[in-house]
Every structure is written in structure tokens, then in C-alpha cells.
């Protein structure tokens, strides 16, 4: 039997440090302004929490925060596509007006195709972690003996400091809205291997942020994730061949979840129902597996046209009606069925395998 009480050790507090990144963020961004020349994007001085340590569905022990910065450019459109090889699925091209910005192309886009001049992530990435540098003295005058350092990692340019007696992981990666301002959806510095720096990633961040405020602390939707992320994170100490921790993304059970939930009556999610949640959700997941198929959250999600929530009104609708966006089409079929297999023996041996962790 699985209690709505049951807790993993190490499971921690994140609110005082999570202000405390607040803080040191908005310090740097307020700081990197006098450094942006004019003609330059505009950095917004308000950062955007995104990821699961402002879901509330954090279990790793590490401290980190994942923070988009939002960055103002004149764009003629921005390009997604569902049928155009050149722009694959979940990605977009930012297309820039031509006349008059010779300067501004040569130090922020590339050509791309008959596309001409389009935003490069890369050259914004390395730009913006220039800015991100100059501030470090300045920083250390605001937050006397934090020890800041920058380190880049992927596209995302992290702060590190000590605080309360542990590192602090800050991840900034610039972002630009999506057209319009109403619109909660953004478009990364992350690039495509196909595209190079010519593609930036959609994020649906601050739309499943929004969804997740929506959920009520009083029912099992936080703790049956939390408690079925924990068991992906760690399920290589129960079996150290497992493609479960390695190869399935923490982000493929919040998509499962989505679904899940989508699907279900909220009285479904009382706390007394914890068990039957996490098999229920433990065995979609493995069905997915079976059938090589996860649907995206968003990117051709029909079911989700006319529908009035908050955190679905800001995606453009257009992205409802492309084709279904598989996120399992490039992985390897034996590895799902490895996954598939650890799935349905945690779905099978629930209790043991919390007990496990428990006396681990």
C-alpha cells in the first residue's frame, strides 16, 4: 500500500533558495543593462522560473534553477512548420527584416536558404554570456562572499554560487516570445543538430508552469510525480543496467502525466487514490513504449483545440492542428522495450520497490 505520506530522504526545501536565485538574477540582469550597446536586443530585466523547481515537482538533491531571460528583437515572422525538412518539429526560424540592419545582421544572424537573414541561437548564446561575465565583479559587490562563477553549459550560460551550505546552480538561456504578447509560449537558444544555430527550440515552459499552479496541493498530482520521477532518477541502483534512468527523459513521465491527468476527473486524484494513480500512469507509459509512440503535450494535440484553460490559451492554436508530434520517433526500439520492461516490474512490484528505496 502506497501512503500519501510516504517521502523519500533528501527530498528538500527549495523556497528560500529559490528566492535567493530570484534575487541574484534579477541583480545580474538589472547590472548587464549598461553593457548592451545601442542596436543591440533588449534584455529584459525580468527572468522567467521555468522547470521543475517552479512546478514543485523537484526531487533531485541538487540545487538548480532553470531561468528564462527574454530578449526584444524586430522580427519580420517567425517560422514553425510541420511539413518543411528545414524547419523540424518543435523548433522555429526567426526571421529578420533586411533593410537598414547590415550591423545588426552581421553580429546576430546567418543566411539561411531563401529564408535570408534569421536570428542565430548561437550567435545570441554567446553574446548574452558575454554579458553575463562583465557583471561578476559588480555581482560580488551586491552578494559580498558568494563566490560567483559562470560556467557554460549547452546552450545555457550557469551561475554558481554557495549559499546555505550548498552550490547553487543557475541555468540563463535567452528566450523571444512567440508573436504575440498575450501568448505564454517561447522560443529558446537551444539548436537543432539538423539546423545548427539557424533553429531555435519552442518552449512550452511558462504553459506547463501555469498548468501545474492549476492542480490542487490538497489531492495526489505532486506526489504521485515527484515519487515516480525519484524512481526513474534512481532506478539503475535497483538494476545498473537500467535504460529507465538513462535513456527516458524525467520530461517523458511529466508528458505521460499531462495526458494522465487530461484524461481523468479530478476526484480521480484524491490522496487515498496515490496508488492506483502512479500504476495507472506507470502502465501508460510502458503502453507508450509498446507502441513507440508519446504524443507531445502541445504540437498536434486536437484535444486541446477550444479548450479555455489559461495554460492552453497561451499556445498559438495553429500548433493544435499540425501533425502529431511523436516524441519517441528517433529512439532506438529495443531501448523503449528495455524501458517498457522496468516500467511494468515497478508497476508490478510497487510496494517493494518503494521499500527498497525507503530502507536505501
Known amino acids: 500500500m502506497v501512503s500519501a505520506g510516504w517521502k523519500i530522504d533528501g527530498w528538500m526545501e527549495l523556497d528560500p533558495y529559490k528566492s535567493k536565485a530570484e534575487d541574484v538574477v534579477t541583480t545580474i540582469l538589472k547590472l548587464i543593462q549598461k553593457h548592451v550597446r545601442q542596436g543591440d536586443p533588449k534584455i529584459n530585466e525580468e527572468p522567467i522560473g521555468t522547470g521543475s523547481g517552479f512546478e514543485g515537482v523537484k526531487v533531485k538533491p541538487e540545487v538548480e534553477f532553470d531561468f528564462m531571460v527574454p530578449i526584444q528583437v524586430r522580427f519580420r515572422q517567425i517560422i514553425v512548420s510541420d511539413d ?15 533593410s537598414g540592419r547590415i550591423q545588426f545582421q552581421k553580429k546576430f544572424c546567418i543566411r539561411f536558404g531563401s529564408h535570408g537573414y534569421v536570428l542565430s541561437a548561437g550567435k545570441i548564446q554567446r553574446w548574452f554570456q558575454s554579458m ?63 539546423l545548427g544555430e539557424a533553429a531555435w527550440r519552442l518552449s512550452f515552459s511558462r504553459n506547463e ?43 517523458f513521465l511529466k508528458t505521460a502525466f499531462f495526458h494522465q491527468v487530461l484524461k481523468s476527473d479530478k476526484h480521480a486524484w484524491q490522496n487515498k487514490d496515490l496508488e492506483d494513480r502512479m500504476k495507472a500512469l506507470l502502465q501508460y507509459l510502458a503502453n507508450c513504449m509498446k507502441q513507440r509512440h508519446l504524443a507531445h503535450i502541445f504540437m498536434g494535440n486536437r484535444e486541446l483545440e477550444g479548450r479555455r484553460d489559461s495554460w492552453v490559451q497561451g499556445v498559438p492554436s495553429e500548433f493544435f492542428s499540425f501533425k502529431n508530434t ?26 517493494e520497490v518503494l521499500q527498497t528505496h525507503l530502507r536505501g
Open 132 to 194: 553575463c561575465a562583465r557583471t561578476l565583479l559588480e555581482l560580488a559587490k551586491h552578494f559580498p562572499g558568494y563566490n560567483f562563477r559562470f560556467r557554460t553549459s549547452g546552450p545555457a550560460r550557469t551561475l554558481v554560487f554557495d549559499w546555505l551550505g550548498k552550490e547553487v546552480n543557475i541555468d540563463l538561456v535567452p528566450a523571444v516570445q512567440y508573436e504575440d504578447a498575450y501568448l505564454l509560449t517561447y522560443l529558446v537558444a537551444k539548436m537543432s543538430s539538423h
Open 84 to 98: 518543411d525538412h528545414n524547419v523540424p518539429a518543435c523548433f522555429g526560424l526567426i526571421q529578420i527584416e533586411e
Open 209 to 251: 508552469k501555469t498548468f501545474f499552479h492549476g492542480l490542487s496541493t490538497n489531492s495526489c498530482y505532486f506526489k504521485c510525480l515527484k515519487i515516480l520521477k525519484y524512481l526513474r532518477e534512481n532506478d539503475e541502483k535497483m538494476c545498473q543496467s537500467s535504460q529507465l534512468t538513462s535513456s527516458c527523459p524525467s520530461y
Open 326 to 351: 511523436n516524441l519517441l520517433k528517433d529512439f532506438n526500439p529495443g531501448t523503449l522495450d528495455q524501458i517498457r520492461l522496468r516500467l511494468l516490474y515497478i508497476h508490478d512490484n510497487l510496494g
